[in-house]
């Protein structure tokens, strides 16, 4: 089983519902995000493209995070999905710094804190709050091991690309161009 | 990780098999207690769940699969509004204005002591002044409750801002037109259109749910998107076109793509023999406009108006040549809407898959009550002939109606103001605060300490639409349905639903006959018992829906349609506004220019607030805590201006922005525009998260454009330049 997430920056209007529902879903404190959206913008006046892209953990197979966490906090569950055990964090800041997309904080209690997938939704057969909210239903998630999952299904059918593909860290997180 | 117990299927995620049991369910605490609602951050009102923890807490909100609004999915700002249930800053109990020592003061009274006051100077006003003194400017479901108030009272002073400050134009146009309004939500067939035109309408950033998930379904089914706009709007980022309009003329290309669709031949032949009248009128009319004719006048090429005229024509019928919503903008508002709506008709999509449906409608009962009172003077009363065709009272109108200088053939001496913060949704504010100063009674009623209740006499709180009942959602959709709301938690502090308050005045007034049921919940179990349901099955499920009666989303194949206008058809030549004294065929109208230095202000919606109504909300200023002012490259470098830099508006008439805001230096905007969003620059201390957060663009808006025809007020009709300087600032005030 293979996690991994798709967002059609064809569809992604950028109004950061995933944001909200994600902080509302799992209680993250005000002043902190898990995910957040990027816009990019290319061209001269009249001549434009814009890219938007819902952005969270990359849920890397070759997570730089899990790698350095000193205690073992930072591992990867079931599916891939990688996790911080709260109780085993000492807040360090070690994944922090070496994470290339910025994707976790410093939690105000003392441990580090970063998307989870929804791992207790999709626990009960729920998507992510992130995709289950999105007004444009640009969010697509799913098991890759599984052909017939939205987001294998819509990787075959898109053109996709990775962020900082070139950090090596295998990121499972799709953008749909 | 469980993984035993999870299994994915193929399809949509979020309909997996569950493979636990009800003890793990319970565990993984799923089973939290939910209370079904319909949202009230914004006019969408899409239904929902209140999620509670198990301690009862107010957790998040989620959306009901069942509801045609919202399919489940909420926008950021619904998903966001259990921040105005949470809000430190807002209104906890009824303030009556008093004066201590020479100041102005509020003093905290009991719910008694206000009714009773405020019924105390309604009654004086109405004894002194008639009636018809009273006015209520209402927004929002509160508005059942104290319209009906206002009528037992006798008086229809009854304004909603939402028709001359936005749509009013549109329905009115629309109206002429097709003999019907488009509704809200509107009934624009997105998710099957080939062809979605957008005239300044910025769908992705005004959060109008339905719309844009059905955007989103066509895209993916390949829709081209034409995107007229000064400003290069998320909608541009998704278009194959993007025509980027010189601001103000956007009739002028209407007229043009008109002139082509007819002269090509291009429209629906059947469709406007047998439905429209007037198409010779309006063929010799448009002939003339040409793409060349209007090159010079909207800077948009011949090559690009014949290009998308011909998508268009492509499409047609499942063509969509947006309405639009908020369309006050140049005082010709309902003329352009107008074009609109001709060009929508000459292509046949009225009706049609693709274009507009038709409606169905839900059935409820009202409560039987006595007949109002006829009230003795009208709004249009006090200005006889201003504003012909406006089927609604004109929030303008009732204000300047407030001014004795207007020389209004009767005045307004009382205001109830409810869920509209009359400050930053009416331009010229000088104006408003010159008929609050002639009022006798000033009342608001709000959630949160709105710059309209700095004003009032007396402020009386409500609480949330998380903590309430209300009037059963019954909006005319492609299936009738009705959604219910019921409160998820006790209304906090000493705040009351719109319902009582409104029943608690009206029983103060001697009134109370006209609200039969003491509590809303019995009303709303009568209602639903009339109409086979009941409050305890709209608990269950929050949201109702009925199958349509007949098989009539679109025009059948030459089906006989009466259409409610006045000569049963189609109206592309509109006698009833040539007969109201105005231009049958919409016309072009050049505009005043930006002098030099001073660019054209645009505003418009950001997807994560609501007007000026959610600026405080935690969770929402989370997300966008201040607006931002995008100017051009070239309009940077000539100023000296960079991204991120904090400077003030100036108007051209010298008001200048009460707070600085962030320039945003991109190439997304014209070099003869300054854009900004609605709903910042707020001004009173109180809302302590978005004091001084941003400029406001209602401040800078002092020349109004008002439409001659219905009153609506154009308000993008406002010039500024670039204050960089505090002590500038500080000289110029």
Redesign the interface.
Known sequence: MRYAMAVDTRKCVGCSDCVVACQTENNVPHGFCREWVVETMNGTYPQLEIEIRSERCNHCINAPCVRCCPTGASHFADGGIVLVEHNKCIGCGACIASCPYDARYPHPEGYVDKCTFCIHRIKIGLAPACAAVCPTKCIYFGDLDDLNSDVSVVLKKRKSKTLIPEAGTKPQLYFLI | ???G??A???????A?????SPD??KK?K?DLKRTPTYCEVCFWKCAGWVYKTSEGKI?????NDEDQHSN?????RG??G?GMYYDEDRLKTPLIRVEERGKQVFREVSWDEALNYVAAKMKDISSKHGAESMALFTHGSGSTYFTNLLKAFGSSNIAEPSYAQCRGPRDEAFLATFGEEVYSPETTDIRDTKCLVLIGSHI??N?H?GQ??E???A??KGVTIITVDPR?S?????SKY?L?IKPSTDIALLLAWIHEIIYNDYYDKNYVEKYCNGFDKLKEHVLDFTPEWAYGITTISPDKIRKTAKEMANASPAVLIHPGRHVTWYGDDTQRVRAIAILNALLGSWGRRGGFYRPASYVVPSAKTPKYPEPKKAWTDAFPGKYPIASSPVSNALIDASIPENKPAYLIKGWIVNATNLISSIPDQANTLKAIQNLDLLVAVDTMPMEITGWADVVLPECTYLERYDMLRISPHRKPAIALRMPAAEPKSNTRSGYNIARGLAVKLGLENYFPFEKQEELLDWQLKQSGSSLEEMQRIGVKTKEREADDLYFAENENVAFSTDSGKIELYSKYIEQAGFDPLPKYTVHEEPSEGYYRLIYGRT??HTFGRTSNN???T???HENTAWV?PKVSKAWGLVTGQYIWLKNQDGVISNFKIKVRV???I??DSVYMVHGFGHGQKQMKRCFGKGASDTQLITKVLTDPLMGGTGMRSNFVTFVTEKSEKEVAS
């Open positions: 990780m469980g993984i117990v999870l994915i299927t193929k399809g949509t995620f979020g997996t098999k569950l493979l636990f793990e369910a993984l799923v957790w998040k909100i989620i959306g489940g999915r909420f926008c950021p998903t966001g259990v992705g950033e959060m749910n844009i998930q955007m989103s379904d895209i993916d290069f998320t909608a541009a980022g998704k993007w980027p997807p994560q935690p969770n929402l989370d997300l966008m051009n991109t190439e997304r014209r070099w």
